[in-house]
């Protein structure tokens, strides 16, 4: 399958025109030919709110990488969903989840508008590690990419969907062509002179990742890296979701924040903190946004009365 990227400050994809029957939904009639939709952008992701059976909003990160949509087992019980089981699958962290599939009647977002739409049913309770404090109720990626052609504006954080049939795009951008052997669109390019195939992922958190030791060699990159642990994955994992907060807290207040509380041990004890975070400026419209954060912390018998 072949079809173009354009960039040029934006990013414009479309996974081609009709949806396949294998996308497992049908097109609402009354869908716009081109429309808007602001966006969070959360860790360089991008998330945009849905409606599902008519309940709502909830937040889908927008994945260029995903085969489907995909909603948390939270989601699925707040709707009362009938879940069949689908066995284990990777989540959106580290550990591998049970995974269960369900039956949406009717998805939309924005103005477009998907029905009779199956479903991926998984615990996200891991998601605050990978994405923050961002509220995280599932995924979604090929059925709106074969839709719709979705131009990504990362600067003012809007999307515009068009139709294919409605798209013509006039701009200083540059046409490139992709194939999807798989999910992920990948294209031809070079990185200091090496030519290579690289995936376009708006699911993935960094600006680039080289994979395969020869490539690494090519660019005469050392065949290990060097090992680098975030701070929130070297913190005991019930104070993870503070850290978070903190960062996330600071960077959108461009301040100093400070948090202090209790929080619920495994070991049924009762941890009290304190921690404060400093926002770090990197440059003006960078994606990259990085906070110091410092705890102090002491744990008790029980919970201490307010």
Same mark, same amino acid.
């Given at each position: 399958m072949r079809t173009f990227l354009s960039l040029a400050g934006l990013l414009v994809f479309c996974a081609c !025109?009709? !949806?396949? !029957? +294998?996308?497992?939904?049908?097109? %609402? %009639?009354? $869908?716009?030919?081109s429309f808007t939709l602001p966006f969070d952008l959360v860790d360089n992701r991008v998330f945009v709110e849905a409606r599902l059976n008519g309940s709502g909003?909830?937040?889908l990160l927008l994945d260029t990488g995903a085969g489907g949509l995909t909603i948390s087992t939270d989601v699925a019980q707040q709707l009362g969903l009938h879940v069949a089981d689908a066995g284990d699958d990777q989540g959106v962290g580290e550990k591998t989840v049970h995974a269960g599939q369900a039956?949406? $009647?009717r998805l939309q977002i924005g103005d477009l508008a998907f029905q009779d739409m199956e479903t991926s049913v998984m615990d996200l309770s891991d998601a605050p590690q990978v994405f923050g404090t961002k509220?995280?109720? +599932?995924?979604?990626?090929?059925p709106v990419f074969e839709r719709m052609v979705v131009k990504h504006d990362y600067v003012n954080r809007v999307l515009t969907f068009t139709t294919p049939d409605k798209f013509d795009y006039s701009g200083a951008g540059v046409i490139v062509h992709f194939d999807r052997p798989r999910q992920i669109p990948v294209v031809a390019g070079a990185l200091d002179g090496v030519a290579g195939n690289f995936g376009v992922d708006t699911g993935a958190r960094s600006s680039l990742l080289l994979y395969g030791s020869s490539f690494a060699k090519l660019l005469e990159l050392p065949p290990k890296g060097t090992p680098h642990v975030p701070m929130v994955r070297q913190l005991p994992r019930h104070l993870s979701r503070v850290f978070m907060q903190g960062c996330g807290d600071a960077h959108l207040n461009r301040q100093a924040i400070r948090l202090e509380g209790e929080v619920a041990r495994e070991d049924g004890k009762t941890e009290l903190y304190r921690a404060a975070f400093i926002p770090v400026g990197v440059k003006e419209n960078s994606l990259t946004h990085l906070a110091f954060g410092a705890f102090n912390s002491c744990v008790v018998e029980t919970a201490i009365a307010a």
């Open positions: !025109a009709a !949806a396949s !029957a +294998g996308s497992g939904s049908s097109p %609402a %009639a009354e $869908a716009k030919t909003p909830f937040h039956q949406i $009647a509220h995280f109720d +599932g995924i979604i990626g090929s």
